[in-house]
């Protein structure tokens, strides 16, 4: 399995609090991607990293923010959490942004 | 915007054969994915296609493409318990960072 440990794996957290998820890789791969998954959304993209200081917006990017400082993490912070980001977060990562991406085991995150 | 639609439930007898299908919109897609995510877990690349390709088989599992039609289906021969998830298809363009996702169909195996 692809090095990949997203950090916490569970969280409860309330409205209007800053809540940061991590994502780390042991694998050395160029991109990093965070997703969120919820019932009958499949995968949507939030944000992106094709290398060390370098991000992107994805299709779900309001009220997220990135910061990539170092090749192996990919930290995603909610500024201000909503009950509309309850949801479970994906960290994936890939070598090429056409080779396959591997996930890490998901963070639940609920807010209240 | 694109857009990516799979069937939301499958059931099958144990030793039948499954087949998952999943339309999409992006003409432009060239990658075309199907992983397998299982309760508690990240997704796992099954396998994939290339659009200039109309099948593929790997073991138990075989991936046709129509491309005309812009329909993928996986096909699991000899479905067992143990192939119980949820399955997405997802298609991707030639240096896009956008992998466009399904909504997953979850597969219930019967024994």
């Known amino acids: 399995d692809a090095g990949i440990t997203q950090s916490p794996r569970h969280k409860v957290t309330e409205t209007g609090t800053p809540v940061t998820l991590r994502c780390h890789q042991t694998e050395n791969h160029r991109y990093m991607y965070w997703y969120r998954q919820d019932p009958g959304h499949g995968l949507r993209l939030i944000h992106y990293?094709?290398?060390?200081?370098?991000?992107d917006k994805g299709e779900v990017s309001d009220g997220y923010s990135v910061s990539r400082s170092k090749t192996e993490d990919f930290l995603l912070t909610l500024e201000s959490a909503t009950s509309s980001q309850t949801s479970v977060y994906f960290c994936a990562i890939s070598e090429s942004i056409d080779l396959e991406a591997f996930f890490g085991q998901g963070t639940r995150l609920t807010v209240v | 915007g694109e857009d990516v639609e799979q069937s939301l439930f499958l059931s099958v007898r144990e030793g039948d054969s499954s087949v998952i299908n999943c339309t999409y919109t992006?003409?432009?897609?060239?990658?075309l994915y199907w992983y397998k995510q299982e309760p508690g877990a990240g997704l796992q690349l099954l396998t994939y296609?290339?659009?200039?390709?109309d099948m593929k088989q790997d073991q138990r599992l075989t991936v046709l493409l129509n491309k005309k039609d812009k329909h993928l289906s996986l096909r699991i021969a000899d479905t067992q318990t143990g192939d119980s998830a949820i399955y997405f298809c997802?298609?991707?363009?030639?240096?896009?960072?956008?992998?466009?996702f399904g909504a997953g169909t979850r597969l219930f195996v019967k024994a």
């Open positions: 992006d003409s432009s897609s060239t990658y």
């Open positions: 296609i290339f659009s200039n390709m």
């Open positions: 990293s094709y290398g060390v200081k370098d991000t």
């Open positions: 997802a298609v991707q363009n030639t240096g896009g960072f956008k992998t466009i």
